[in-house]
Each structure stands twice: as C-alpha cells, then as structure tokens.
C-alpha cells in the first residue's frame, strides 16, 4: 500500500506557457499533501502544504501566483508551474501524508516519484 | 537558517563495512526523525524513522540513534552493500505538525 503517482514523470516545455503536474495517491486517502522541488545535488525543499478543499499554504519566498496548487479530492493534488521561465527547472515531488501512518508504520509522508522539468 | 544539517555531502564505504551518516539539528520542538533514502529522477522512499522519546531504533541493517542533548542523530548501516549507493536524507518533524523538514542529503558510496 502507500502508493503515490505523479503525472508526467518528466516535461519540456517553451519558455512562458504553463505546466500542470498532478499527484495521486492510488490506494489511501491523504489528509494533506505537500509540493517539494529540488535543485541538482541539493536539498528537497517544501514549496506548500495544501489540504483538500482549502486554499494551500506556501512557504516563504514561493509565489502563490506563480505555482497554483488545487487539492480537488483526498486523492489528487494538482501543481501549476504558470508562465514558466528557464530558473523553473526542477526536480518537483509531492508527498501525500495520512493522520497515523498506515499499517501501523511511523511513516506518515508517502512520496511520489518525481516530475523532471525543463523550460527551454 | 538551516535547522536539519548534514554536514558530510559525501561519503565512501567498501562493502562489508559499516556506513555511519549523520544529522544535526537546532530546533528542539522536534520530536520525530525520518532517513529516507533517495535515487536520482526518483522520490525518496522511507528508511527509518525514530521518535524524540527514543534513543534507538533498529531495522534489519539499519539502525538509528537519537542523542537528545547534542541535538544529533545517526543512520548505521551495517553491513553496507553496493545497492545502499544512493543519496540519504535526514528529515525531523516539529511537534504537532506534519511538515518535514529535510537536510541537504550525504551521497554514500559502497564500492566492492
């Protein structure tokens, strides 16, 4: 159990259009998930929480305008990368997290397996 | 203000060996600790974890310990294998709140 997808694995796109990636868990429902991009050989850093049906919560220095996260249903989440510009090159991964973890496990954050993009 | 650190961005290990990687952290409302271990183009994937309550927590090959008063934690892996090659990142988790907050990662290395 504690599958997490992300659609598309990896994108190239023009610089100035938009890019949606979506992010699924397959077999639970997740009570937040959360958006994280990482630059080349660094760390993974949280970019927002979102919680279904609420508006998400960014961190400081992330754009609300520029990266717009819809959390439809307890299963998706989706990230808009608007009006991407070449710095927007990243590593994007999701993590969809339940109250307790499952099984039993401590393990509370379930991650997907990455969004490769590329602004040309 | 870096509140997870790993200092060692890299390390090396002959198989058979024992890998130790360690985690520095500064905020003491931190009461859960997470490695997770991570793949390029991959998601990380959960190693083990080990609450503020706990000084020790043991996994097959892995094993983590917690020393409170240093603010310091540490992932064992013993007996490392070529496939433990990977990035590994330290994450801790404040009291009352889901967030993560992750390390900039240790690249181990297990060489034959």
């Known amino acids: 159990g504690a599958v997490v997808s992300q659609h598309p694995s990896w994108v190239i796109c023009k610089s100035g259009t938009s890019v949606k990636i979506e992010c699924r868990s397959l077999?639970?429902?997740?009570?937040?998930m959360f958006w994280y991009r990482q630059f080349p050989k660094q760390s993974l850093m949280l970019m927002a929480t979102?919680?279904?049906?609420?508006?998400?919560?960014?961190e400081q220095g992330v754009e609300k305008d520029k990266f717009l996260i819809n959390h439809a249903s307890l299963t998706l989440s989706t990230l808009t990368v608007t009006s991407a510009h070449p710095e927007d090159s990243s590593f994007y991964i999701c993590?969809?997290?339940?109250?307790?973890?499952?099984?039993?496990?401590?393990?509370?954050?379930?991650f997907g397996p990455g969004t490769r993009l590329l602004v040309l | 203000d870096q509140q997870v650190k790993q200092n060692s961005p890299s390390l090396s290990v002959q198989e058979g060996r024992i890998s130790i990687l360690n985690c520095d952290y500064t905020?003491?409302?931190?009461?859960?600790f997470l490695w997770y271990k991570k793949y390029p183009a991959e998601g990380p994937t959960f190693l083990i974890s080990?609450?503020?309550?706990?000084d020790k927590n043991e996994d097959g090959r892995f094993t983590v310990f917690l020393n409170k008063s240093a603010k310091h934690l540490s992932l064992h892996i013993v007996p490392s294998q070529p496939g433990d090659s990977a990035v590994y990142f330290c994450?801790?988790?404040?009291?009352?709140?889901?967030?993560?907050?992750f390390g900039a990662g240790t690249r181990l290395a297990v060489h034959p």
């Open positions: 993590s969809a997290a339940v109250a307790v973890g499952l099984a039993g496990s401590k393990e509370t954050q379930y």
């Open positions: 077999d639970f429902q997740a009570t937040t």
């Open positions: 979102s919680n279904e049906g609420s508006k998400a919560t960014y």
């Open positions: 905020n003491s409302m931190f009461d859960y």
């Open positions: 080990i609450s503020s309550i706990k």
């Open positions: 994450a801790a988790r404040n009291r009352g709140y889901n967030k993560l907050i």
